[in-house]
């Protein structure tokens, strides 16, 4: 399935909007650029087998999930193709509040929208213009090795796979100069070339986060000091982040209010 030039153009912009000031050639941390945009951003170690995350918009709020058990480069990019479901496909208004990802190979319309809006919004055309231009100082790309995708890769904070995809839709790279890049990476590894320019190697590693909103924190806590919920349901919204309630130091419990809170943390199935 092809994009029309239009809506291609049109994501371009929207992607472009949304980067706004950020000046560095990629963005150095996506997780930050989504809260600013006014998203909740959970990161949980779901594990490797599990689903890449999903987007979904709850009494008005836009909520990102990331599983924080892929590889870092690729939860980053899990986290813009999400920030463009919320821009391009979730509305309140139409009824569509949910977006989950298996992976990220979906082939229906809204998945290659969401992937090139990533891929524009983690690697825009000019940067990676500007990237070859001053770091790479113009090197032909029959000379480009793998440690020049390891450079492009640290700019930019994707995985080595994803630097190539883009180079190719930018056309700065062919079919043949892609497969051979492959080939060094598949000699080397990505860790070990990033490791060889010294660039960040966190990106091939998974970063296991839990991170949850401190506004969701303590509204637990509110709404348990209110009575609202029972502490067993305080205990389990602490425990996704490894909280202990004793910690706390709260009131004991004196309501038996059986009002459940889990749903507030569940997510998906
Ligand atoms: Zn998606």
Redesign the pocket.
């Known amino acids: 399935m092809q994009m029309n030039k239009t809506r291609q153009l049109n994501i371009e912009r929207i992607a472009e909007t949304t980067r706004e000031n950020i000046t560095d050639y990629g963005i150095p941390n996506v997780f930050e650029v989504a809260e600013k945009l006014g998203y909740r951003v959970i990161r949980y170690p779901i594990g490797e087998d599990s689903f890449l995350g999903f987007s979904m918009i709850r009494d008005a709020e836009g909520i990102i999930f990331s599983n924080s058990s892929t590889i870092l480069s690729r939860e980053i990019f899990t986290v813009a193709?999400?920030i463009g479901?919320h821009k391009l496909h979730l509305s309140e208004q139409e009824g569509k509040t949910i977006?989950k990802?298996e992976t990220?190979t979906?082939h229906t319309e809204?998945?290659i929208e969401?992937n090139y809006f990533a891929a524009c919004l983690l690697m825009p055309r000019e940067k990676v213009d500007k990237f070859i231009r001053f770091e790479l100082h113009d090197k032909p790309v029959e000379k480009w090795n793998g440690l020049d995708i390891a450079r492009i890769q640290t700019a930019f904070s994707v995985s080595y796979d994803m630097a190539l995809i883009r180079l190719k839709e930018l056309e700065k790279l062919n079919g043949e100069q892609i497969e051979r890049l492959k080939q060094d990476k598949a000699e080397n590894t990505a860790s070990k070339l990033l490791n060889a320019i010294k660039g960040n190697i966190n990106l091939c590693i998974s970063s296991d986060a839990k991170i949850v909103p401190a506004e969701y924190l303590e509204w637990a806590i509110s709404n348990y000091n209110e009575k609202l919920i029972p502490k067993s349901s305080l205990e389990a919204v602490l425990n996704y982040v490894d909280i202990p309630v004793e910690e706390l130091n709260l009131p004991p419990e004196k309501s038996d209010k059986d009002e459940s809170f889990d749903d507030l943390l569940r997510g998906v199935d």
Do not use: K, N
Request: glycine content about 10%.
């Open positions: 193709h999400e479901h977006i990802d990220l979906g809204e998945e969401a």
